[in-house]
T-cell receptor
Framework: AQKVTQAQTEISVVEKEDVTLDCVYE???????LFWYKQPPSGELVFLIR??????QNEISGRYSWNFQKSTSSFNFTITASQVVDSAVYFC???????????FGAGTRLTVKP | DAGVIQSPRHEVTEMGQEVTLRCKPI?????LFWYRQTMMRGLELLIY????????DSGMPEDRFSAKMPNASFSTLKIQPSEPRDSAVYFC??????????FGPGTRLTVL
């Protein structure tokens, strides 16, 4: 069965610091997808990225970057030069090929202080 | 482009009443998902539909919960009778062919 672990429950940083959110997953499938979602205080869930298991290239999008390491079953998310607007709960999720059942981690609450 | 639309955004009801939550997925998406989010249990998948057919309802907590998708542009989640422990935020999401899911704004349900 698939499982996603986000060991960091809460992280607090000061603006402009870099911060990495950890995500470790478990799956028996060789083909799967990994996701990150952001849930700001307003409550909506915002899709950030999807990665398939065959693509281990790191991805960068502005201040956001993702590091996918199959060897350690991790898909970590780094925010560079954090801003107050980055304050949110961030969820990592996994779905297996052919299975729409996306399993979410418990989420990491990030607080960025001015 | 309109995203996933959910109504109502907030619902306050009394224990024992019937509650119906509504969802309109993104046009062209063929999968629809209902989730529940609580502090204690996080985000839980309740049920999902593929091409309007329920595929997996193993997350539906009990018989008081039911979901329908009569057509590609509408789904309902019904709770009858409602109980205080059903209080949560209920999200609807849609996707196309197993790709990333896009979430609606959620319905915050309070059962007194």
């Amino acid at each position: 069965a698939q499982k996603v672990t986000q060991a960091q429950t809460e992280i607090s940083v000061v603006e402009k610091e870099d911060v990495t959110l950890d995500c470790v997953y478990e799956t028996r499938d060789t083909t799967y997808y990994l996701f990150w979602y952001k849930q700001p205080p307003s409550g909506e869930l915002v899709f950030l990225i999807r990665r398939n298991s065959f693509d281990e290239q790191n991805e960068i999008s502005g201040r956001y970057s993702w590091n996918f390491q199959k060897s350690t079953s991790s898909f970590n998310f780094t925010i560079t030069a954090s801003q107050v607007v980055d304050s949110a709960v961030y969820f990592c999720a996994l779905s297996e090929l052919g299975n729409n059942d996306m399993r979410f981690g418990a989420g990491t609450r990030l607080t960025v202080k001015p | 482009d309109a995203g996933v639309i959910q109504s109502p955004r907030h619902e306050v009801t009394e224990m024992g009443q019937e509650v119906t939550l509504r969802c309109k997925p993104i046009s062209g998406h063929n999968s629809l998902f209902w989730y529940r989010q609580t502090m204690m249990r996080g985000l839980e998948l309740l049920i999902y539909f593929n091409n309007n057919v329920p595929i997996d309802d193993s997350g539906m907590p009990e018989d008081r919960f039911s979901a329908k998708m009569p057509n590609a542009s509408f789904s309902t989640l019904k709770i009858q009778p409602s109980e205080p422990r059903d209080s949560a935020v209920y999200f609807c999401a849609s996707s196309f062919d197993g790709n990333e899911q896009f979430f609606g704004p959620g319905t915050r349900l309070t059962v007194l």
